[in-house]
């Protein structure tokens, strides 16, 4: 458990450098967030995240696009139905594409564009806690992943404290590369190579 908990965890906030590197203007909007609600006298509390809801947005967005588990594990019919016009008999093995349910083009709008500001405005409601079905990072029902809160919470503050401490850059002059492994984990295939250059007071480092 412990391990399956700092896996996911660290491929989430991975995948949300990535993605704020090929979006510059999100990175800096996410930092003048950080300085307008903890300024730079001190350093992000976990109490800070409440106030703090454009990281709260990219934490969803990154999950959107960029899911750790792209398919849930499986789940058996227990009894016969219908879903989408598809008959589905009592005892059929079923799988959820959550890549595919994540990016439908009839229900996200620009779905491939990594756009945090849709969770503040069209998607606002829209919660990653198994209530929305569009929106399923962790599952849903009895087995939803029982390291949600844990989870959303320890993403949310390491990615405000790092944006509020460090300026962060591509190690390279082009675009992070985007791409995933094949497996049960959405891991990025190439390393994250990235220059750091501090924010703050230097006696916050010490």
Same mark, same amino acid.
């Given at each position: 458990?412990?391990?399956?908990?700092?896996?996911?965890?660290?491929?989430?906030?991975?995948?949300?450098?990535?993605?704020?590197?090929?979006n510059q203007h999100t990175l800096k909007r996410a930092q003048e967030e950080l300085d307008n609600h903890i300024g730079?006298?001190?350093?992000?509390?976990?109490?800070?995240?409440e106030k703090l809801v454009y990281i709260q947005a990219i934490i969803k967005e990154t999950l959107r696009l960029?899911?750790?588990?792209?398919?849930?594990?499986?789940?058996?019919?227990?009894?016969?139905c219908t879903v989408a016009g598809y008959h589905i008999p009592v005892g059929t093995r079923l799988i959820v594409n959550l890549w595919k349910l994540h990016?439908? #083009? &009839?229900?996200w709008i620009d779905p491939l564009e990594f756009r945090p500001e849709r969770f503040l405005l069209e998607h606002k409601e829209v919660d990653v806690r198994g209530k929305h079905f569009e929106l399923?990072?962790?599952?849903?029902?009895?087995?939803?992943?029982?390291?949600?809160?844990?989870?959303?919470?320890?993403?949310?503050?390491?990615?405000?404290?790092?944006?509020?401490?460090?300026?962060?850059?591509n190690f390279v002059d082009k675009a992070v590369d985007m791409t995933g492994s094949f497996g049960t984990t959405n891991m990025k295939v190439t390393p994250l190579e990235v220059l750091l250059? #501090? &924010?703050?007071?230097?006696?916050?480092?010490?």
């Amino acid at each position: 458990m412990m391990l399956g908990g700092s896996d996911t965890t660290t491929v989430t906030l991975t995948w949300a450098l990535c993605l704020l590197l090929n979006n510059q203007h999100t990175l800096k909007r996410a930092q003048e967030e950080l300085d307008n609600h903890i300024g730079k006298e001190r350093l992000v509390n976990e109490s800070d995240i409440e106030k703090l809801v454009y990281i709260q947005a990219i934490i969803k967005e990154t999950l959107r696009l960029q899911p750790v588990t792209p398919l849930l594990p499986p789940r058996e019919s227990v009894e016969d139905c219908t879903v989408a016009g598809y008959h589905i008999p009592v005892g059929t093995r079923l799988i959820v594409n959550l890549w595919k349910l994540h990016r439908d #083009p &009839r229900v996200w709008i620009d779905p491939l564009e990594f756009r945090p500001e849709r969770f503040l405005l069209e998607h606002k409601e829209v919660d990653v806690r198994g209530k929305h079905f569009e929106l399923l990072p962790f599952g849903v029902g009895r087995r939803i992943c029982p390291g949600i809160t844990f989870g959303l919470r320890v993403s949310q503050l390491a990615l405000a404290s790092f944006l509020h401490e460090f300026e962060v850059e591509n190690f390279v002059d082009k675009a992070v590369d985007m791409t995933g492994s094949f497996g049960t984990t959405n891991m990025k295939v190439t390393p994250l190579e990235v220059l750091l250059k #501090p &924010r703050l007071s230097p006696h916050f480092y010490a």
